[in-house]
C-alpha cells in the first residue's frame, strides 16, 4: 500500500469532515496576532511557551506537515516568513484561504515530511511540527531532513504522540470502560490489525497511524545532532474523554537546537580590545566597559587565572566570549561551595534571538572537556531576566540572592551540580 498516497487522500476527507486540525483561525486571531498578541498549540490544549520562540520579524519558518490554516498563517501574522508543507492539498488549500483572507505572504509546498528535498540545506531558521508524524511509518527520515534543511543555531518545535496510547483496546473501553492493553509496540495499523479490522477503517476513509517508539521520537532526534532543549506534556482537553488521559499525559513537545560549530581559543590582545568596544543597549549597558576602565579590563582578560577565552562561529566570527573562575565571581556573594565560576557575554547584535541556551550549552561541554567540575555556578544581574530564564532553563537553580558590595545592585547566584 502507497501509505503517503492513501493518508493524502484521507486527509482531504478530513478537511470535508471539518476535523478540528483543519479548521482555519479567525480573523481576529490574525489581527491579534499582526498587533503581537498570539500564541499556536502543537497539541490539543497547551500552547509552546512564547520564550521558546526568537523574535519572528522576517524569519524563516517552515511549519512541516502543518496545513490546516492554523500554525502558518498566525506565525505569518507575528511576522515570519512562512512555508507550510504538508502532504494534503486540502490542508494547503486551507492555509491559502487564510493567506489570501488576511493579505499575508505564505508559501505552500505539497509534499513528504520525511523529503524535504525541495529545499536547500540551512534554509529556515525555525521548523514547527505539530502531531502528525503519526502517519507516517519511519520518522527517523523526518528528522534527519529537518537537521539539514534547519539553519545553525535554529530550533525545531515538535509535537509527538505518547506511544503508549497505542497500548490499549479503544472498542472496549468505549464499551465498558475498562482499558486493556491489547497491541504490543511500536503499533502500525497496517501491522497491528487484522484484516478486517485494517479494511473497516479504510472504508470510513480514517488516516492510517503509526506509534514510533521514544527511541525514535525523541532518541531519532538526536541522533541526527538535535540539542533537546525543552520539553512538556498535554492532553486532549476534558470535551473529548480521552480515558488514557485520566491516568497519563498523552502527548509530548520537544524544542531541539541545530548546535552552532563553535570553537574556543584564549583570549589575546586584540580581541579584547574588540569585546571591550562592544555597547548594549538599555538595560544591558551595565556590560559596557567605560573608557578609563578599559585598560584595567584588559589586564583581567589576559590573567590566565581567570581563563578567559573566545567564541568563534564556523565563519571565524567572534559572537561571544567566557570567562572560568574568579572573575566569574562578583563581590558580596557566598563562594564558599566547591563550584566552577563561570562568566559570558554575547555579542550586542546576536542578543535577543532565542539562542542564549546554545550558547550556554557550548560553553558547559567545553567546560566539561577543560576542567572537569563538580558542579557550574553562574552569578547574573538580578534585573537580567532573560539571561536568568536561560541558565534555568540549562539546569541551574538559583541558590543566593545578594546585594553588590560597593553599588548595592542585586545578583542572584546559580548553581548546577555535575
Not at 300 to 306: A, E, G, S, T, W
Request: net charge negative; glycine share 8%.
Amino acid at each position: 500500500m502507497d501509505i503517503r498516497a492513501y493518508n493524502r487522500l484521507a486527509w482531504d476527507r478530513e478537511v470535508e469532515r471539518g476535523n478540528e486540525w483543519t479548521v482555519p483561525v479567525s480573523e481576529e486571531a490574525i489581527a491579534a496576532a499582526r498587533q503581537g498578541q498570539w500564541e499556536i498549540i502543537l497539541t490539543p490544549t497547551k500552547p509552546v511557551p512564547k520564550e521558546w520562540f526568537p523574535d519572528l520579524k522576517d524569519l524563516d519558518v517552515l511549519c512541516l506537515a502543518s496545513g490546516g490554516g492554523q500554525q502558518g498563517p498566525i506565525l505569518a501574522a507575528a511576522g515570519a516568513k512562512v512555508t507550510v508543507l504538508d502532504n494534503s492539498p486540502r490542508q494547503l488549500a486551507q492555509d491559502r484561504f487564510v493567506a489570501e483572507r488576511d493579505s499575508l505572504a505564505i508559501t505552500t509546498v505539497e509534499g513528504d515530511m520525511a523529503d524535504l528535498s525541495t529545499f536547500a540545506d540551512q534554509s529556515f531558521d525555525l521548523i514547527v511540527h505539530p502531531v502528525s508524524n503519526v502517519f507516517v511509518p519511519d520518522v527517523r527520515p523526518v528528522w534527519a531532513e529537518a537537521f539539514r534543511v534547519l539553519r545553525q543555531g535554529g530550533a525545531l518545535l515538535a509535537g509527538f504522540s505518547n506511544p503508549a496510547i497505542y497500548l490499549f483496546d479503544y472498542d472496549l473501553a468505549d464499551r465498558t470502560g475498562i482499558l486493556q492493553v491489547k497491541y504490543a509496540l511500536p503499533y502500525s495499523d497496517v501491522t497491528s490489525l487484522s484484516e478486517e479490522e485494517r479494511q473497516r477503517y479504510i472504508d470510513k476513509g480514517f488516516p492510517l497511524e503509526f506509534s514510533h517508539t521514544l527511541e525514535d521520537q525523541i532518541g531519532g532526534q538526536l541522533d541526527v545532532g538535535f540539542v533537546i532543549a525543552g520539553f512538556y506534556e498535554d492532553s486532549y482537553g476534558e470535551e473529548e474523554e480521552d480515558i488514557v488521559a485520566n491516568y497519563m499525559p498523552t502527548f509530548i513537545v520537544t524544542r531541539a537546537i541545530k548546535p552552532l560549530p563553535f570553537t574556543f581559543q584564549p583570549v589575546v590582545e586584540a580581541s579584547v580590545r574588540g569585546i571591550l568596544k562592544w555597547r548594549y543597549e538599555a538595560p544591558y549597558d551595565l556590560y559596557n566597559i567605560a573608557p578609563d576602565d578599559v585598560e584595567k579590563e584588559m589586564q583581567c582578560f589576559l590573567d590566565p587565572q581567570n581563563a578567559y577565552h573566545t567564541i568563534t562561529d564556523e565563519r571565524g566570527d567572534l559572537v561571544a566570549y567566557c570567562c572560568f573562575g574568579p572573575d566569574g565571581q562578583v563581590p558580596g556573594g557566598d563562594y564558599n561551595a566547591d563550584a566552577l565560576d563561570i562568566g559570558l557575554g554575547v555579542r550586542p547584535d546576536l542578543t535577543g534571538q532565542g539562542r542564549g541556551l546554545t550558547y550556554v550549552n557550548a560553553v558547559l561541554n567545553f567546560a566539561r572537556r577543560t576542567f572537569p567540575p563538580t558542579a557550574f555556578r553562574v552569578t547574573v544581574a538580578e534585573f537580567n531576566q532573560r539571561a536568568l530564564r536561560v541558565w534555568e532553563k540549562a539546569g541551574f537553580r538559583p541558590v543566593q540572592t545578594f546585594q553588590r558590595s560597593g553599588d548595592g545592585l542585586p545578583f542572584v547566584i546559580l548553581v548546577r551540580e555535575e
